[in-house]
C-alpha cells in the first residue's frame, strides 16, 4: 500500500456512502422506476410514488452496502497502520479478502516468524492497530 494514516481522508469524509439523490428505484410490486430521495429509503419509510408499495428492501440494500463499505474501509485503515507501526505489509488481495480483524490477523500471521505463540501476536498487532485507526471494528 502506498498510503499512510494521515493521507487518507478524516473519518468524517468518508462516513457516509454517496448516493446519486433522489435515487432511481425499481418498485418489486408494480415495475415502476422512480426518483427517490435517499433519506427516504434510508429512513425505510419509502413507498412507491405509483402504486405505494413498500420501498424498505431498497433502503435495507442501501443501508448494508454503507456498512459494508465502512468496515471495508475500516480494515484498510488497520492495515495501513500495521505498515506504519509494525512494518507489516499486507498485500491488497490479502486486505480486499478480509472481512473482519481475524481475517486481518491471519494475513499478518502468515508473515510473522513460525513460533508456537504466532497467532497470538498476530492478534496482538491487529488489535493495536484497530484501537489506533478503527476502534469502532473493536467494539
Known amino acids: 500500500m502506498a498510503f499512510t494514516v494521515a493521507e487518507v481522508k478524516p473519518r468524517e469524509e468518508f462516513d457516509r456512502v454517496k448516493w446519486l439523490d433522489p435515487m432511481p428505484t425499481a418498485c418489486p410490486a408494480c415495475g415502476c422506476r422512480s426518483p427517490v430521495p435517499v433519506a427516504v429509503l434510508r429512513s425505510l419509510r419509502a413507498t412507491c410514488p405509483g402504486c405505494g408499495a413498500s420501498l424498505t428492501a431498497a433502503g435495507q440494500s442501501m443501508l448494508a452496502e454503507e456498512a459494508r463499505i465502512d ?69
Open 71 to 139: 468496515r471495508q474501509m475500516e480494515l484498510i485503515l488497520v492495515a495501513i497502520d500495521l505498515k506504519e507501526h509494525a512494518g507489516l505489509v499486507l498485500t491488497e488481495n490479502e486486505v480486499d479478502a478480509a472481512r473482519s480483524l481475524e481475517d486481518l490477523a491471519r494475513a499478518v500471521a502468515g508473515q510473522l516468524p513460525s513460533t508456537t505463540d504466532r497467532e497470538a501476536r498476530a492478534t496482538e498487532l491487529v488489535a493495536a492497530a484497530a484501537r489506533r485507526a478503527a476502534p469502532r471494528l473493536l467494539g
